[in-house]
Each structure stands twice: as C-alpha cells, then as structure tokens.
C-alpha cells in the first residue's frame, strides 16, 4: 500500500509541473501579437503619487524628480515619500526634491513597508482628494508618459493597474541578465495575460489603484512581499489587476551577487507566506465559481512550492525506478513525443530572447545576457531553502546604489 502512495504520488508531482509548464508556455504564445491601444479621454483624474523609503537618501531625489517630471498638470497630482523610520538624509532630500513628507516613525509606531504604506494610505484617504494612488520605490523612476497612461486606464474602468516594468540600470552583467528577463517577462507573461483576460502580476512599484480600491483593501502590514500579497487578496475577491503597456516604470537591479541573494531570499519568504494564505482560498474561488483568474492566481502561487515539488517528485522516482513512470510512458508511446517535446523545450530558450530582441528592440547585449539566466537558476534552490528557514520578520534590505536618472532614460 505505500509503495502504490508513493508511486501515485510520483506521477501526480510530475503530472503537476508538466501541464503547468505547458499552461504557461502555450499561454505565452500570445505575447507575438500586440495590444490594442486605448483612446485618450477627456477627463483627468487626480492622482496622489506615494514613495516608500527607508535611508535611501542616495535615491530618494532621483525618484522624486522623475516623479515631478510627468507630463501631467501638475496641480492634478501630488508626491508624497513616506520616510519610515529614516535616520539618514532621505527626508530632507525628498522635500528639497518637491514631495510632501510623511514621517512614519516614533514611540510604538514599527518599522516595515508594509505598515508604512497603509498608516500613509489611511491619512491621505482621509483628505478626500484623489481619485487613485500610485505606489512607488525609492529607487524606481517613472516615464514622463506613466500618468497620461494610467489616466487612460482607469477612463476605462479598469480599477486595479500595473504599470510595465524595465531596468533602469544595466552596467553590469548581472543587471543585464535580469533586464533581459524583464524584457521576455512582460512580453510572454504580462502582455498575453491583460489580452486574455487574466490579472496581471504585481511589483511594488508602477501600480495603480482607485480610491474605492484603496479603501477596501489595505496594504498588509507583516508580508516581506506585500505586493504579492495584495495581489493575491485581490484576485480572491474578484478584482481584476490590468497590465498597462504605455506606463513604464524603471526598477533598480542588483548588481552584486549578495544584493540579488539578499533580495530574492525576502521575496522568496514573502511567497511562502502568501501562498500560505491564499492558495486555498483561490483554488476554492477558482472551483466553486469557475474564476478563470483565480485559476491562474493559485497556479501562480502554487510556483511558490515548485522545488519542493521536483524534490519530491524525484525521490519518489529514484526510490521506485521500476514502477509505472506516466510521463516516461506518454514519452516513449505517443506518436511524436519525443519531438514535440524536444521542440517545445527550446521555444523559452531560443525563440523567446530572439523575439524580446526584434519585438522589444532590445539591445544585442541583453540578448546575449539573456542565455546566462540558467546560471541563476543553479541559485534558486539554496534561495528556496534559506526562504524557508527564515522568519517573516527578516527583511533583508538591498542597497540601492544606481545613481541612473530619468534623464538619463528618456530624451
């Protein structure tokens, strides 16, 4: 009896990645051909613009002064940094750069983005002035374009919104290879997905809420990936997250091996967590009201669990080698198979970076960055384990250390 649990449980796990992987791949195919662009409207929403920020003075005015460079009436938008718990500089930069300061500090007030942002969130509500939020890193920069974007958008209806995220920094090689991965991310992820009506995912920073939205749900206040976080809660609730392709945001890559460590273990912590506390809730959606994008969310998410999933799956498989293998079987009996398969492993790996190069414009040397991703992928499972032995408390701040501007962007 538990040799046939153990063997059932094999197949299942490989079952599992198999057609996920396949869900993924054929739902990218949509990335090849554009979106529609929307009409510009008339009217214009008021916009209130929030930059979380812990010491980061040496950023900080960047930001801001891409920030106030949008081509938008500026009366219609304000900027306010949320400076939590700073002890450097970064508060008086940022009000010398023209935001409005919010000091999230003092006696039994604690430290944390998430925190940060509901206290700041709640406060700016209670004026009543804006129609939506914006939200911000202290080391991200906005196109001049990103409003007028996003006004569109929310003209539309559409009430939860991320923005289309770049680098903004690629002097290295291991910020080119994670450039290139935003390139192909937003192509073959994000762009298929906002076409075929699904959510789009989450980054911390070019996202777009409406106030009735910001009211609703607030920003949690332990998860090291509150964006994650957000927007699983939201997708469980029916709120649809769109892609905006015509909003750019800029992002800060690590450019050391410890920052890209430090940064991906938070992350990794922060998807445990997350999907600790909505898988169950978005499988349950998905099944029970036949939510197409709850589906996909809990899919996401169950990612989280992918190597402890292979790891099993492949113990289970070594220890009974002579049983019945499904996918071996289908492999080695289905006419085609093995081509099939030989074929679409190579789509991701070949076909994809070429296209990010002609659909994308990408430079020559992020193709070429691009094939060295397999090199941090050797990474993901030591990342995995130490996001496991973490607590949920450990924030592991990067550095910011990129000193690019908008101006250095954008003509």
Known sequence: ?????????????????????MFYLLLSFRGFWRLKKLPRPAGRS????????????????????????????RELFEIFVVADHCTDATAARASAAGARVLDHSGPGIKAGKGRALKWATSRILAEGRYDAFCYFDADSLAHPGFLQAMNAHLAAGEQAIQGR??????????????AAGHLVSNRFFQLPKQALGLSA????????????????????????????EMQM??????????????????????????????????????????ARRHLPGLCARALGRGDARAFEGALYSAQTYRFAIVAAGAALVWLNHDSFNLVVW??????????????????????????????????????????????????????????????????????????????????
Not at 3 to 20: E, M, S, Y
Not at 167 to 175: E, F, Q, S
Not at 203 to 225: I, N, P, R, S
Not at 246 to 258: G, I
């Open 233 to 274: 809660r939201l997708i469980r609730h029916g709120v649809r997250i769109t892609w905006a392709q015509d909003a750019v945001v800029y992002d800060e890559e690590p450019e050391t091996l410890r920052q890209y460590l430090c940064r991906t273990i938070r992350w990794t912590r922060g998807s445990l967590d997350t």
């Open 330 to 411: 289908f492999y080695h009996r289905l006419p085609g198979a093995e081509l099939t398969v030989k074929v679409l492993s190579l789509v991701p790996l070949l076909l994809y970076p070429a296209a990010a190069l002609l659909l994308e414009r990408a430079r020559p040397d992020l193709l070429l960055a691009y094939f060295l991703q397999p090199a941090l992928g050797l990474l993901r499972l030591p990342v995995f384990v130490a996001g496991v032995l973490r607590g949920t408390d450990f924030w592991g701040r990067t550095e910011h250390t990129s000193r690019v501007g908008i101006a250095d962007l954008v003509e």
């Open 1 to 21: 009896m538990g040799k046939i649990i153990a063997v059932t449980a094999a197949n299942l796990a490989q079952v599992f990645l198999f057609l996920t992987g």
């Open 165 to 178: 995220q770049l680098a903004k920094n690629t002097g290295n090689l291991l910020a080119r290879i994670l």
């Open 201 to 228: 995912t989450l980054h911390g920073k070019g996202m777009c809420f409406t106030t009735a939205v910001a009211e609703k749900f607030h920003w949690d206040e332990t998860c090291l990936t509150e964006d994650l």
């Open 46 to 73: 008021r916009f209130a613009l929030l930059v979380a920020a812990y010491n980061e003075e040496g950023v900080i005015g960047l930001a801001v002064e891409s920030l106030a460079r949008l081509d938008y009436p």
